[in-house]
């Protein structure tokens, strides 16, 4: 019994969604500072994400208990391997690891992580079938994760962090209104009201390739302002290249698998993160 409840407390977190959440705190971490940081800040960081995160899975689970009887009978909840009193401690324990890892850091970093959790809450609890607004709340918590990275090493306000951390936001949006058209029976049979439900899918990813061209025109600011080295321009080229071409074919309607240049355009943010991330650190 005891074994039993255990893993299914386990499950709960969805290990794999808290640990990338993690590594892009770590990411935002070597961006920020162009070398490697502290094991501390390493660490830290980290967990602090990873606690938060994984909070915003078990919670998920919680309030998802009615239709994961029908739709997901084999997670931990409806399954019956914990009780929802096992979940909400759960909870509890963990968002106060989040709360100590991020005191620990700094009490800016106690303050994003609280805002990061109260957005998660939120979703959970009241936004996520409300369309817009919590594939808002979802690329918000997503870019902060980078954000944080720049606060865990005493850099809150470095430039090419906020830059890749307002691309992360605005190309996550574009994929969250892309996907929920993918999935738009889906979304139907729960009572969401995505952007696809209320107007149309192909409606909605016409928003959704206009947020990725917001990406394209975002990502050239930087330069002509003066704020970003001409040295990072090659990435962000390959990046913007890229996005022009899946965008559209995500709105070419004759493509019946129009979901594989979702991936391709976030596979092009992340390279071109990476290869900025080893141009700071070589230079």
């Known amino acids: ?5 255990t893993l299914g407390l386990f499950r709960l977190f969805r290990f794999e969604l808290p640990f990338t959440a ?5 990411l935002g971490e070597l961006l920020a500072l162009g070398k490697l940081p502290t094991t501390t800040e390493i ?8 606690f938060i995160s994984a909070t915003s899975l078990i919670l998920n689970d919680y309030f998802d208990i009615e239709s994961d009887k029908i739709n997901a009978p084999e997670r931990p909840l409806p399954a019956g391997l914990v009780t929802e009193r096992d979940v909400v401690l759960l909870s509890i324990v963990v968002t106060m690891l989040g709360f100590i890892t991020g005191y620990l850091i700094s009490l800016e970093a106690l303050l994003v992580v609280i805002l990061v959790w109260v957005v998660g809450f939120l979703y959970n609890w009241r936004f996520k079938k409300a369309g817009f607004i919590g594939n808002l709340m979802v690329s918000f918590s997503v870019g902060m994760t980078f954000v944080f990275g720049g606060i865990a090493v005493g850099k809150p306000f470095e430039i090419i ?8 936001m605005l190309i996550d949006l574009g994929e969250e209104i892309a996907a929920d058209a993918m999935d738009i029976e889906g979304d139907r049979q729960i009572g969401s009201r995505s952007l696809a439900l209320v107007l149309g899918r192909e409606n909605a990813l016409k928003i959704s390739g206009a947020t990725f061209l917001l990406v394209v025109v975002a990502s050239s600011l930087p330069f002509l302002l003066g704020w970003l080295e001409w040295i990072y321009l090659f990435p962000i080229l390959l990046m913007d290249v890229v996005i022009l071409y899946s965008t559209s074919k995500l709105l070419d309607s004759r493509i019946v698998n129009r979901r594989i240049y979702i991936r391709w355009i976030y596979l092009s943010g992340l390279v071109a993160f990476l290869i900025i991330i080893i141009i700071r650190m070589v230079r």
Do not use: P
Not at 1 to 5: D, G, I, K, S, Y
Not at 22 to 26: E, R
Not at 43 to 50: A, D, E, P, R
């Open 1 to 5: 019994m005891f074994r039993t409840r």
């Open 43 to 50: 660490v830290l960081g980290f967990l602090s994400i990873f």
């Open 161 to 168: 962090v906020w830059f890749f951390a307002i691309i992360t």
């Open 22 to 26: 993690g590594v892009c705190v770590i």
